[in-house]
């Protein structure tokens, strides 16, 4: 293999491993760091604009919980089960440089709005057959009953919190 292949070889595995390596923190943290780049905005207009970024969650499914067999009851409690999802609600983070109009010390207004944890169930369905178990008293027989559903409702459950202030930040 000549040294020209080789170097090449090399550098492309450093960038792949690079790049997976800076993957990593990001798929720990459950969300995907967003920067806005507006440098070059500023350089061309030779202004300060604004420096903003975002977070972007990643859901990761959850294992459903297994089937629950209840006395009298031909299907199991959950027939279509609920699925657990872990997420988070996007972050947010943006300052502002300010003119000295509210004096020294107020450089920047920012606000900072950080990805927040969400656990989610989907919806789920619970049904019951119009047939009881065996009877015994009726020679082994099934009974009819009334068919059962319920739907069992979403579970949405985070808490946000945000940071606004003023000064040099």
């Known amino acids: 293999m ?12 450093t960038g792949v491993a690079a790049a997976v390596g800076s993957a990593a923190p990001a798929v720990a943290a459950g969300t995907v760091p967003v920067p806005v780049p507006l440098d ?5 207009l030779n202004v300060s604009l604004p420096k ?24 199991p409690a959950s ?6 999802m872990g997420a988070a609600l996007p972050g947010l983070s943006a300052q502002a440089p300010l003119p000295q109009v509210l004096g020294k010390g ?34 082994g027989l099934p ?3 009334q068919p059962q559903a319920a739907v069992l409702t979403p579970l949405l459950q985070t808490s946000p919190t945000g940071v606004l202030g003023l000064g040099s930040m």
């Open 40 to 44: 070059g905005v500023e350089k061309s």
């Open 52 to 75: 903003v970024g975002g977070e972007l969650p990643l859901l990761t499914p959850g294992v459903p919980q297994g089937p629950r067999y209840v006395e009298g009851q031909m299907i």
């Open 143 to 145: 009974m009819l009953k």
């Open 106 to 139: 107020f450089d920047e207004a920012g606000v900072s709005v950080p990805a927040a944890d969400l656990r989610t169930l989907t919806p789920g369905l619970s049904v019951d057959t119009p047939l009881t178990a065996p009877n015994p008293e009726v020679f």
């Open 2 to 13: 000549k040294s020209t292949t080789r170097i090449l070889a090399a550098a492309v595995l």
């Open 79 to 84: 027939a279509l089960p609920q699925v657990p």
